[in-house]
């Protein structure tokens, strides 16, 4: 089981912090806010309230030569929300679009999302899927080789979790911060540069 | 879950030592020790007490309900805990009239209102027996039933949760859900249209009565929707002190809208200082979380009265809002 402070950040360390922009997606009751509440306080609620509208937290990670702060919106999954959502990933340089494994519908939607963030989302977004409740993998509907493959056509990062055991769950997380552009600050370009968003492509690297 | 909540009962003082407050919800605080968090609210309680007592003698004596200029004054004072129920139905028509009609609810949406029953305020001690959440089911079934166009929205599960537990008799709690709602049907339908358009409006009365955080706001590029939106959909349930909240809804149920705005307005305003010195999302984010537990947002009664001062009402709403709805996209 992954320990609660593995990659959190030594205070006072000599190396830069950079801020990312995260954000959660996928249908309601997948267990996104539930991966959050694991991931920033180490908690796990059988009854998690459902979310409205969205939620804002952060959690600071280190890598050896950078200090990672996420700022996580978590967001509502009902579909009438979705009308919200772009407002929460613009700008946002890290996506986790979570499905439930019991729940092949909700795979469904997750690829909706996925589409979704490759048509309107700056174009290099760091974008990880999240198979999540991988601890009651007896009412699995979702094969683990079947998402495995849509991630990898896709350049997804995968991995099944689960917010209750805690399994995976600081582990997707760092594997992000370590696809997120830490630098160096300026000029260098950090993926596929769209000459219709220059300003998000300027967001790309945040290091101050 | 954050509720900073009692019901006040005068002559019978309060239980401290009790987990949970009279409409079931815990405390905020662990009634056996002492914390910074208990000692704020108790200094509240022990100022607010006494303006509770008074009132219920006031309405007692004077029975406002004979006029209604009376009754709208009583009522922004706070309506006694004894009175609440019939003053919240007083207008509040019957499904047995036959006002609305039923409509078929289709699977999708009974689905998902049974995945939130044991989603809304899990630690309630009234909400998380089977027989209650059955009962907040068949409340929000009924709203689908009747307002077919809003179906279940998330956010609802929680408006009814505290109705059910203030009229705590089913059958007109869930006719005043079910008109309540209808009132304000188009924040919940498919694209909450109602909700983005009342985001608007907030932002021309934030920048009428706080310019200096509607400064903020475009500086940092963050849209009402992402921080207060949830104000508007529960109807400030779940962002303010519980004691708040019913207080709010007395003006609400009463007057209208305008009291969405009022307090929001009255919010801002008591936090602009810490809100417009914000330099990052994440500070401000964080300084909109706190406004909450903040003492603006516990010491209810100068809330309401600060904000019954301002210059809002339903005919500028209505206005602000023919505005807005040119304004947003489809
Ligand atoms: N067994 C198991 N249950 C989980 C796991 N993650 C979440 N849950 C449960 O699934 C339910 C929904 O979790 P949430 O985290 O609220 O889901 P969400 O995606 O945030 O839902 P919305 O806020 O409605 O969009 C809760 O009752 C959780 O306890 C998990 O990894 N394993
Ligand atoms: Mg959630």
Redesign the interface.
Known sequence: MAARNAGTARPGGPNRTCQFKLVLLGESAVGKSSLVLRFVKGQFHEYQESTIGAAFLTQTVCLDDATIKFEIWDTAGQERYHSLAPMYYRGAQAAIVVYDITNQESFQKAKNWVKELQRQASPNIVMALAGNKADVANKRTVEYEEANAYAEDNALLFMETSAKTSMNVNDIFMAIAKKLPIGPAQGEPTGTVDMNQPQQQQKGSCCK | ?YVFNFYPIPRKSINFRSDVDDLGFLRPWSPQEESGCKKQYEAWYSSYLPIVVRRRCRWEKENPRRNSHLLQRFVRKGIPHTFRKELWLRSCPSRADGVWQRHEVPDEVIK?IK??L?????DNKFLKTEGTRKTLGRALFAVAEHIPSVGY???L??VAGVILLVVNDESRAIDLLVHLVSQRQEY?????IGL?RDMHVLHSLLREHCPRVVVTLEKLDV?L??LV??WF??WFV?SLPMETVLRLWDCLIYEGDEWLFRIAVALFRSNMIAISSCE???QL?TEV?NIGTSKAALYCHQLILKSAALSITNKSIEALRADAELAIPE
Do not use: A, H, W
């Open positions: 879950m998902q995945l939130d044991p989603r809304t305020f899990p929205c998330q956010g599960n929680f919940y339908g498919k694209n909450m983005r849209g929707d992402m939106g949830k959909v529960c779940e990052s999302i994440d984010m979380q």
